[in-house]
């Protein structure tokens, strides 16, 4: 506790401290006075916000509601990272093939060479490259050479997935792979209950139809205008083909279907979720961003040439 600022004028509630409704969802730090004239901060997230109070449940400690008027000052502040966020790129990436029930793993070195077939009627990069997000434990040559053989003898382009800008792309360049040109994408992370928590705040109220599997789930909503998967990988889940047709966008559709696809995890006991959204989907990274996902390293696509 210290001794407080000279108080602001807190009449409709939202004044220079920056907080207001958009909140909710959000994590937050907030400062207001005590009975006694001094002030106090709150960290947590804020669950609700009010005429003339909001709600802020502190980590670890329960909600608490502060009347707005003594509010002082207060922000939003980025999540708290998660020990996931320390999980080498490699391993986040091997939690990808749970989204297909059929794909072929092969070593090479340190590398993972996978195969699957067309998933939604086209092959997936994910699925169909060697996963390289360290040096490969072999001979640089060996590995492009292997990457090679094996893609070859498939028919398809030998592909390599490595992280954009690390030595792995750098090192693969003179061996004759390029970028592809597109399809950079971020793996975001994010904590199951704290999205869960934001996306519950911000979601319309929508019928969903659910079709699950053991592992999986499929979210339609709306005669099938928006829809997404949920997939497990132990107590990872992976989010992937949120979609919502262009002519009901901006309605709050995306924000359901996550909603729904976590609560489906978090009843299964997942508490990371993982997502990939290509680098220049500005609205989906802002969706992501505004529920806690933060980005944990970019794939590059690399093509032999």
Request: charged share 20%; with cysteine.
């Amino acid at each position: 506790m210290t001794d407080a600022p000279e108080p602001q004028s807190h009449e409709t509630g939202v004044g220079s401290h920056g907080l207001g409704p958009h909140v909710v969802g959000q994590r937050v730090v907030v400062r207001h006075l005590l009975p006694d004239g001094r002030a106090s901060d709150i960290l947590g997230t804020c669950t609700e916000w009010g005429s003339g109070s909001l709600t802020v449940d502190r980590e670890g400690h329960g909600p608490v509601t502060v009347p707005l008027a003594e509010v002082v000052t207060g922000k939003p502040v980025p999540p708290r990272a998660s020990v996931r966020a320390r999980v080498p790129a490699q391993e986040v990436e091997q939690h990808v093939a749970a989204l297909w029930s059929s794909i072929t793993i092969q070593p090479l070195g340190q590398w993972q060479l996978r195969a699957s077939p067309p998933h939604g009627g086209r092959l997936r990069r994910r699925g169909n490259s060697a996963l390289a997000m360290d040096g490969p434990g072999i001979g640089w040559a060996d590995a492009a050479w292997g990457v090679r053989r094996f893609y070859d003898a498939l028919g398809q382009v030998p592909t390599v997935q490595v992280q954009r800008g690390s030595q792995v792309e750098q090192t693969l360049a003179p061996l004759g792979f390029a970028p592809m040109g597109d399809g950079d994408a971020h793996a975001q992370l994010a904590s199951v209950a704290r999205a869960l928590r934001s996306v519950r705040s911000a979601a319309p109220d929508v019928p969903a139809e659910i079709e699950e599997l053991p592992d999986s789930v499929v979210v339609s909503l709306d005669g099938g205008v928006a829809s997404g998967r949920g997939v497990l990988s132990g107590d990872w889940l992976l989010v992937e083909s949120l979609v919502v047709d262009p002519g009901s966008r901006r309605r709050g559709l995306a924000t359901a279907v996550l909603a729904e696809v976590l609560d489906w995890g978090a009843s299964l006991g997942a508490t990371t979720a993982l997502l990939h959204v290509e680098t220049d989907n500005a609205g989906a990274i802002a969706l992501y961003g505004r529920h806690g996902f933060t980005t944990h390293h970019t794939n590059r696509y690399l093509v032999a040439r």
